[in-house]
Nanobody, 122 residues
Framework: QVQLVESGGGLVQAGGSLRLSCAAS????????VGWFRRAPGKEREFVAA????????SYAASVKGRFTISKNNAENTVYLQMNSLKPENTAVYYC???????????????WGQGTQVTVSS
C-alpha cells in the first residue's frame, strides 16, 4: 500500500497559477502510474491528468491540456501538477491516486490521498 498526501492548494484569482504536490510513502512509488482527479461541489470525481511510472507518457483531460502539466520525480517520491491560467471552473478538491496503467476513470486507481482544495475566484 502507498500512502499519498496532496498539498499546494489554495485560493487564487482567475489567470493565476498553483502547483499541487502528491507525496508518497510506503511501497516503492516509482513503479506506479499516478493520476490526478478532482471533485467539484455537486459533481462526480473527474480525471485531470496522469503520468506513467517512468514519467512518460502523460495524459490530460481536454479541458486542461495546454494549461496543466503533470510531472513525476521518483527520487523525491512526488508527483506535481502545475496549473496555469486557472479558471473559476477549476475550483474543486484535487486528489491523487496510484494505478498500474494510465486510465481516465477513477476506479483504476487506489490509495487516494485526502485531497487539497483549489479555489479560483473570478
Amino acid at each position: 500500500q502507498v500512502q499519498l498526501v496532496e498539498s499546494g492548494g489554495g485560493l487564487v484569482q482567475a489567470g493565476g497559477s498553483l502547483r499541487l504536490s502528491c507525496a508518497a510513502s510506503g511501497r516503492t512509488f516509482s513503479s506506479y502510474t499516478v493520476g490526478w482527479f478532482r471533485r467539484a461541489p455537486g459533481k462526480e470525481r473527474e480525471f485531470v491528468a496522469a503520468v506513467a511510472w517512468s514519467g512518460f507518457p502523460t495524459s490530460y483531460a481536454a479541458s486542461v491540456k495546454g494549461r496543466f502539466t503533470i510531472s513525476k520525480n521518483n527520487a523525491e517520491n512526488t508527483v506535481y501538477l502545475q496549473m496555469n491560467s486557472l479558471k473559476p471552473e477549476n475550483t474543486a478538491v484535487y486528489y491523487c491516486g496510484v494505478g498500474v496503467v494510465i486510465a481516465t476513470v477513477d476506479n483504476r486507481y487506489t490509495d487516494w490521498g485526502q485531497g487539497t482544495q483549489v479555489t479560483v475566484s473570478s
